[in-house]
């Protein structure tokens, strides 16, 4: 088992993307909402330089085995799984999660699994 840093939540400051009265009145949505946002426009505290350097301590991992458990937090598996269904194209073309990412849906359940579906020409 590994721990790695590329595998913790990714920060970001609520009331730097949304007010008090929007999250008041829309809740979890107003949360993934300003996440989309922050993400779309490279205003998270990472940067996407930095989350694509995640990425790709984590394939280093993958490289070394082909079948790996991955444990981390919704918005950080989230960015994951966008990256590998996007073949990789979801930093460069960041505005793309505001389509792919629903705001309006619970993203995952405590404990959920996602099969990540990772095409060789990213790896």
């Known amino acids: 088992m590994h721990y790695l840093d590329a595998l913790k939540e990714i920060p970001f400051t609520l009331k ?3 007010s008090r009265e929007d999250f008041e ?3 979890s949505t107003a949360v993934r ?3 989309v946002e922050g993400f779309a426009t490279n205003a998270l505290s990472l940067s996407h330089t930095q989350l694509l350097a ?3 301590a984590i394939e280093e991992l993958y490289a070394a085995d ?3 458990h991955l444990v981390s937090h919704t918005f950080r598996m989230k960015v ?4 590998y269904k996007t073949n990789g ?3 460069e073309q960041p505005e793309m999660i505001r389509a792919l990412l629903p705001i309006h849906e619970h993203l995952l359940t405590f404990g959920e699994t996602i099969v990540l579906d990772v095409p060789d020409n990213v790896v």
């Open 16 to 18: 730097d993307f949304c």
């Open 25 to 27: 009145a829309r809740k």
């Open 33 to 35: 909402s300003a996440f």
């Open 54 to 56: 995640d990425i790709h």
């Open 66 to 68: 082909t079948y790996i």
């Open 80 to 83: 994951i799984q966008l990256y």
């Open 89 to 91: 194209k979801l930093f």
